[in-house]
């Protein structure tokens, strides 16, 4: 019998604020154990929290670029819940009066080219708990304790309070792969908005999926369990497998599936029982005394500390929502669509290009200078992406400016350099951040187009040679690249390649 699973994902995407979402606290990341705490977001009694505007209007911007609504009123709710990490006994989150609903990601099926739209629940806030490190976790022996015994488990609240957007799906995806597809455009939709950095390693993009199998003629829903503890894309599709084969495993001997929250052990690729799976009504929801609820007014959002914002957003006739809308930067689709119509470049291509916001920059800044797109594009996806992956670094850490690129690529077409010499040019400035002048100066890598120097090094190989050269007139024309070889030995590489083959038939025809 075959099965298909049913996937539905809750992502929680850290927002790039300076400070939490109900106090003034830095979210810095690694920063030493319990530094970056005070009295609200350790939950201290008699503290009150005050919500933080940016975090808000963020989470606006994710709604409104995933074409979700906007709800005129929220409210937030307290999530009881007893764990180590939170000291409150509480998280300040939403429940049934979210921020927003509805909404949608696309994604592309690779192999089939076919579109397919994954739906949303919602998009609501919350503040994020703390963080237990175990004696058996990397993070754990990182720590600047001394008291390391086995089978410890440390608690570090310099999370507690950090913004969150928990991102909701409908259970859409039929397949591991899927799954990791949307994370992906959702990452990818995330930095483009600047609100989340996406990195799942640092814990700012977290994913969490409810997993059940079905046999693919039926309509009824199996069983669900929930997947926790998946700290890369890698280990989303890793572990969503493993637990598809589980469930399988488990309805074809006869068995029956629990519904529980289990947890992924990457180094093991093993799943393991957590906890028996909550339902809402074990988290005994109620609306949070100390926040009043959050309005979207025509020009302000009330509900920031439970003091109206006075700010005026444009003229009366724009509302607050439409003034972020119109504050949203261009997503990678439709950045991708323009590139291949305004470039000329192909879909492969574009889709690279555009797969990161600051990598798109980069080729789109290069273009202006050097207006070659489809040249700038072969760099870029080659030799920029490979000095980036190579290096370990990001594109706004890479030494080399667009400006510079387009300055080396110049110095190719003026005949200064050759192709080969170029890249070896390239590799100094992404090591060194000199410009291509400079390194041309100093190792005197300028490339010989003189014509008479260019002869006179030829017919010396072609003296040299004569055995050679009978086998190329006699029809065996694979000689040819040895005589280009000899030629380019002789003048350190530095001959124009276009002139010295030029030459060469000339020669050797004559």
Same mark, same amino acid.
């Given at each position: ?121 919602? %998009? ?118 493993? @637990? ?13 599936? %629990? ?60 509302? %607050?929502? @439409? ?146 050269? @009978? ?40």
């Amino acid at each position: 019998m075959k099965y298909e699973s049913i996937i539905g994902l809750e992502v929680h995407a850290q927002l790039l604020t300076d400070s939490k979402i109900f106090c003034g606290c830095s979210v810095s990341y690694g920063a030493d154990p319990n530094s970056q705490t005070c009295p609200v977001c350790l939950g201290l009694p008699g503290v009150l929290p005050v919500l933080n505007k940016k975090a808000v209007e963020y989470a606006v911007k994710m709604v409104l670029a995933v074409g979700g609504t906007v709800a005129p009123h929220s409210i937030f709710a307290r999530k009881n819940y007893f764990y180590p990490d939170l000291p409150k006994g509480y998280q300040i989150s939403q429940y049934d009066q979210p921020l927003s609903t509805g909404g949608s990601v696309e994604i592309e099926i690779p192999e089939s080219k076919a579109k397919k739209k994954i739906h949303l629940t919602r %998009i609501h806030l919350e503040e994020d708990a703390g963080k237990s490190l175990h004696s058996e976790d990397n993070s754990y022996t990182n720590t600047s304790s001394n008291v390391k015994q086995k089978g410890e488990t440390l608690v570090d609240m310099n999370r507690c309070g950090v913004p969150l957007i928990e991102i909701v799906t409908q259970p859409d995806m039929r397949s591991p792969k899927e799954a990791t597809l949307f994370l992906n455009k959702l990452k990818q939709i995330l930095e483009y908005l600047e609100i989340c950095s996406g990195n799942m390693e640092e814990g700012s993009l977290r994913c969490d999926a409810n997993v059940s199998v079905r046999p693919i003629a039926q309509t009824k829903l199996g069983t669900k369990t929930e997947v926790k503890n998946m700290n890369s894309f890698k280990a989303v599709e890793k572990a969503l497998n493993f @637990e598809m084969e589980r469930q399988i495993g488990i309805i074809e001997s006869g068995g029956r599936i %629990i519904q529980e929250t289990l947890l992924w052990d990457a180094e093991k690729e093993l799943i393991a029982p957590m906890r028996s799976k909550e339902e809402s009504h074990d988290y005994r929801y109620f609306p949070e005394p100390d926040l009043v609820v959050l309005k979207f007014h025509p020009q302000t959002i009330s509900g920031i500390g439970g003091i109206r914002s006075e700010e005026k957003f444009g003229t009366p006739t724009i509302t %607050i929502v @439409e003034k972020i809308k119109q504050s949203l930067p261009e997503l990678p689709e439709a950045r991708k669509t323009r590139f291949i119509k305004q470039y000329q470049i192909p879909e492969y291509d574009a889709e690279l290009l555009t797969t990161e916001k600051k990598l798109a920059d980069y080729y789109e800044e290069c273009v202006k200078n050097y207006p070659n797109s489809k040249a700038v594009s072969n760099w870029v996806m080659g030799e920029v992406l490979r000095e980036l992956k190579e290096r370990k670094i990001s594109v706004s850490e890479f030494k080399v400016p667009p400006k510079e690129l387009a300055s080396l690529l110049k110095q190719v077409d003026s005949g200064t350099l050759s192709g080969k010499m170029a890249k070896d040019v390239f590799v100094e400035m992404a090591e060194t951040g000199l410009s291509s002048e400079k390194i041309i100066q100093e190792k005197g890598l300028v490339q010989v187009t003189d014509t008479k120097e260019i002869e006179s090094v030829i017919e010396s190989v072609l003296r040299e040679n004569p055995g050679e050269v @009978e086998k190329y007139r006699s029809g065996k024309e694979r000689v040819f690249g040895f005589f280009v070889g000899e030629v380019m030995k002789k003048t350190k590489g530095k001959a124009n390649p276009s002139v010295v083959n030029q030459i060469l038939k000339e020669k050797l025809s004559s």
